[in-house]
């Protein structure tokens, strides 16, 4: 039987498996600490409850083995970038990756520098 498919992150917990796909494995606490860099009033009791609802809904894994518990994403930063741009594109776009690419590239959101990046992709894989 096929697992099911962790539900989409809400804007909140998002930020949250951005900060531990940048830490690695890490407790409650040096989340909290890395999140107040930029939250400061940002409570302990906060990010606790937002763990703990994340590794409900399967969002994150959870090492009880210590006495501090170890909380990791449950799935790799890259595999849920997908999930979300492809149900992006699809809602938004109507399925057309073209028109998402387009879409930010008219919108401004992409620097010169990320621009330039874009054009060297586009040139070597036009040579695969």
Request: proline content about 6%; cysteine-free.
């Amino acid at each position: 039987m096929a697992k099911p498919r962790p539900p989409k992150p809400t804007p909140a917990e998002l930020e949250l498996l951005r900060t531990l796909w940048k830490l690695g494995p890490s407790s409650v606490r040096q989340v909290h600490e890395a999140q107040r860099s930029e939250r400061p009033g940002l409570a302990y009791a906060t990010v606790l409850r937002l763990m703990q609802v994340m590794h409900g809904k399967g969002l994150l894994k959870r090492d009880e083995r210590q006495r501090s518990h170890v909380y990791s994403a449950a799935q790799p930063q890259g595999s849920l970038q997908t999930k979300l741009l492809d149900d992006l594109i699809h809602k938004a776009f109507a399925g057309s990756g073209k028109a998402l690419v387009l879409a930010a590239l008219r919108g401004g959101r992409v620097s010169d520098a990320e621009r330039e990046e874009i054009q060297r992709f586009l040139e070597e894989t036009r040579d695969d």
